[in-house]
């Protein structure tokens, strides 16, 4: 069992910058992958970046592609998602995710609850 717990959200003008954070307890997070994904209202949930357990390896939605980072710090057992850029569209409920595997469809078997980002035109 892992427990995930996303910080950071909150309100921005375009053009502004957050930070996600997702702490884990529970089983051994750095064996995990991990995502970030955000669901808009009245649209599916969509991915929008995964790390590798080692963080060696990263993926993005093209969506988000060079304005948003993803990193982890496995000594505190947490990842990141820096965000940069933002546009109105970028405005979801994020969620963090440990991964069951690498690759589309990105399965997750483990989610936090969500933090919102809402970005001001």
């Known amino acids: 069992q892992v427990q995930l717990v996303e910080s950071g959200g909150g309100l921005v003008q375009a053009g502004g910058s957050l930070r996600l954070s997702c702490a884990a307890s529970?089983?051994?997070?750095?064996?995990?992958?991990m995502g970030w994904f955000r669901q808009a209202p009245g649209k599916e949930r969509e991915f929008v970046s995964a790390i590798s357990w080692s963080g060696g390896s990263t993926s993005y939605a093209d969506s988000v592609k060079d304005r948003f980072t993803i990193s982890r710090d496995n000594a505190k057992n947490t990842v990141y998602l820096q965000m940069n850029s933002l546009k109105p569209e970028d405005t979801a409920v994020y969620y963090c995710?440990?991964?069951?595997?690498?690759?589309?469809?990105?399965?997750?078997?483990?989610w936090g609850q969500g933090t919102q980002v809402t970005v001001s035109s």
């Open positions: 529970g089983r051994t997070f750095s064996g995990y992958d």
């Open positions: 995710a440990a991964l069951l595997g690498w690759g589309k469809p990105w399965p997750s078997n483990y």
